[in-house]
């Protein structure tokens, strides 16, 4: 089966594609693509049933399991469903290689056959089950009436659903296809045909149509957690041999495929969101994490053996052995990557797991009666949860603002506002349209009251492509009433932008030093009311102090940082170790870490354990949540009051939960 594009518009120059007209074929109108919609005040579907699903789109068989996990491992293992979608057959070259042998002649339709059946084999075994049970194997129709294949699995309250849209890598010069979807309306792929696979008749898609079924799974199976890749990766400079070894596009930290899904599947989002709002229904609620891809080689590694033997060992079945007899005359998995592979592969992407905008959880601000209110992104908007009772928390109210990203940055001001700040998607169209970031600013009108209009901050960088790479923001309000706003920037430093007393706004600058740091940025106020700046560097954390670079050579860190009364927080290499200004902090786990400091409680730290519970450390005690208490936290916040320290997740089902440990 051939995998071509086919051209209904000359714009072959721009791909070096053949152009082959569709018959007498027209183009369908190219729909407009959704634009940012900051009013707020939208309802917001509410699940009474308390239902979590996880959706993630993923580009080939196995991104996932590099790069998603340990996250979607922690949530199946609370009884969280998943689909996962796969947008390309994964075909590559047709040739599954084992080591050792001469290749064999390319097969792309078995290839892509094995990797599914490794896939199958892999999700066995992270719920429990063998790794050759018995799958139910369907066809799915799909928007405008394609067809995807369908394999589901069930196991107790488990059920794990894998589904194959088995779109092209290449096209038939070698040009990646999916990129080329993306910037090209006109460009039409032909999908492959797995062996083995019920779905016997290939589709066509285009960008639109891509974008479409992306939007009806969605619809589907409404999400309440959606993993994707990176639409925005770093800037990574290499000459073309360490290019071409690194397996990533010219210019940047990642797979061309990965960014084009990722950047499908949030125009998808975004898409899903705009149409509700349209027809007047109830925004869906659900919250995003986007992953770090092959960024992952470049910075230290961030996983502890523990949690690394079991990320790596989700690989070991996906890529199987030819020896084993697993029912798919096709291949028994991907050959290349099982066994010791994926910790003895040089790229090392297995052995850490980056969030592309890393937040603390939601963002918190204790009101006038002492009751907590949370703020937080759901359906790409900004939303506020009020706690009723200690506990127990109504809305959410939708603050809008979106399409926005994550992680929301806060901040509060001397008489007790609040001010959010979130990074918008504000364009994010494909085939020749913009594909823009701004950082944008909700203020609070009074005190615990409603807010001022959604307001642009801009962005650091000069052009749209250099504005993608923006971090996540953070922010602190200082004793003197300036507000201190930072943002990792596209060359890897820091950029910052200073809120004067009297609200106006000073320019954007660029922090001294030249060295590289990874986003997660933490900051904290001394007692003197300086403000510490840590952010995990390259070669050390860097620290900066009211603006200006400290001398003297800090730590190596794996993970975010965390800064409490300007101290520092953080885990060496591949450690699971918690270090803090008087060496072992107490707090031993994987991934960032929240400090917080208080006269009445001292240094209080909130982690999540290695086996992805959440724990907090308070004086020489640590406490860990038990697993019944409620759906596991997608990210949570820490909270001091003189009476004790107060958790508050975003659970998986869209709702705040509140921990006093």
């Given amino acids: 089966m051939t995998t071509a594009p086919r051209r209904r518009a000359v714009l072959a120059a721009a791909l070096g594609v053949t152009a082959a007209v569709a018959g007498c074929s027209v183009p369908e109108p190219r729909r407009a693509a959704p634009t940012a ?55 590559h070259t047709g040739r599954n290689r084992i080591k050792g042998m001469p290749d064999a002649p390319p097969d792309r339709a078995a290839y892509s056959s094995a990797r599914h059946q490794g896939l199958r084999q ?58 080329a979807l993306w910037h090209d309306r006109a460009l039409e792929l032909r999908t492959h045909l797995s062996t083995g696979s019920p779905v016997t008749r290939s589709d066509t898609y285009d960008y639109d149509r891509l974008v479409g079924v992306l939007v009806g799974l969605l619809a589907r199976y409404r999400p309440t957690v959606v993993h994707t890749l990176d639409p925005d990766p770093d800037v990574q400079l290499s000459d073309e041999a360490t290019r071409g070894r690194d397996s990533e596009q010219p210019g940047y930290s990642d797979h061309g495929d990965h960014t084009a899904v990722a950047s499908f599947t949030w125009a998808a989002l975004s898409r899903w969101v705009a149409d ?58 991907d050959y290349g990557v099982g066994g010791a592979r994926p910790l003895t592969n040089r790229k090392g992407w297995v052995r850490s797991t980056h969030h592309r905008w890393p937040a603390a959880g939601p963002a918190l601000a204790e009101r006038p009666d002492g009751r907590l209110t949370a703020y937080g992104v ?78 642009g901050l801009g962005n650091p960088e000069r052009t749209d492509d250099r504005g993608r790479r923006l971090g996540a ?84 860190s794996g993970s975010t940082v965390a800064s409490a009364g300007g101290d520092l927080y953080y885990r060496p290499p591949a450690a699971g170790q918690l270090l803090g200004p008087r060496g072992d902090a107490g707090l031993d786990g994987y991934g960032g870490v929240v400090a917080a400091r208080s006269a009445a409680l001292g240094t209080v730290l909130l982690g999540t ?15 860990t949540r038990t697993r019944t208490a409620g759906t596991p936290a997608v990210s949570a916040a820490l909270h001091l009051r003189a009476d004790g320290a107060t958790v508050v997740g975003l659970g998986a089902d869209g709702h705040p939960w509140s921990w006093r440990p």
């Fill in 37 to 91: 919609d900051p009013a707020p005040g939208k309802p917001i579907a509410s699940a009474r049933t308390r239902r979590a699903l996880l959706l993630q789109v993923a580009a080939h068989p196995d991104d996932d399991l590099y790069f998603m996990n340990p996250d979607t491992q922690r949530l199946l293992d609370a009884g969280v469903p998943l689909v996962s979608v796969y947008v390309t057959a994964g075909e």
């Fill in 122 to 179: 892999s999700y066995a075994a992270a719920l429990g089950l063998p790794v050759f049970t018995p799958w139910r194997r369907e066809t799915l129709t799909l928007a405008g009436g394609r067809r995807a294949e369908i394999d589901t699995l069930v196991h107790g309250r488990n059920r794990v659903e894998l589904v194959f849209l088995n779109l092209p890598m290449h096209t038939n010069r070698r040009y990646m296809a999916l990129p």
């Fill in 276 to 333: 509700a709002v349209r027809d007047g229904e109830p925004i869906p609620a659900f919250t995003t994490t986007a992953f770090r891809g092959y960024y992952n080689r470049h910075w230290p590694k961030n996983l502890p053996p523990q949690v690394l033997k079991a990320k790596a060992a989700r690989l070991v079945p996906y890529g199987g052995d030819p020896s084993w007899d697993c029912g798919n005359p096709s291949g028994c998995g």
């Fill in 378 to 455: 759901l359906g790409l908007r900004a939303v506020r949860w009020q706690e009723t009772a200690p506990g127990v928390w109504d809305g959410p109210t939708d603050l809008g603002g979106g399409p926005l990203a994550p992680a929301l940055g806060s901040a509060v001001l001397g008489d007790g506002r609040v001010l959010l700040f979130g990074v918008r998607f504000s364009a994010i169209d494909g085939h020749g349209g913009r594909n823009r970031r701004e950082l944008v600013l909700l203020e609070q009108r009074s005190p615990g009251g409603p807010f001022l209009a959604w307001r």
């Fill in 473 to 556: 923001p953070v922010a602190v309000a200082a004793p003197d009433g300036r507000v201190h706003l930072f943002v990792r920037n596209a060359d890897r430093n820091v950029s910052t932008r200073v809120r004067a007393a009297d609200g106006s706004w000073g320019p954007w600058r660029t922090l001294p030093g030249t060295a590289e740091v990874q986003d997660g940025l933490a900051v904290s106020l001394d007692a003197a009311g300086r403000v510490h700046l840590h952010a995990a560097g390259r070669e050390s954390v860097r620290h900066w102090v009211d603006g200006v670079e400290q001398a003297g050579r800090l730590p190596l």
């Fill in 609 to 623: 354990a290695p086996d992805g519970r959440v724990r907090v450390r308070t004086g020489n005690r640590t406490r």
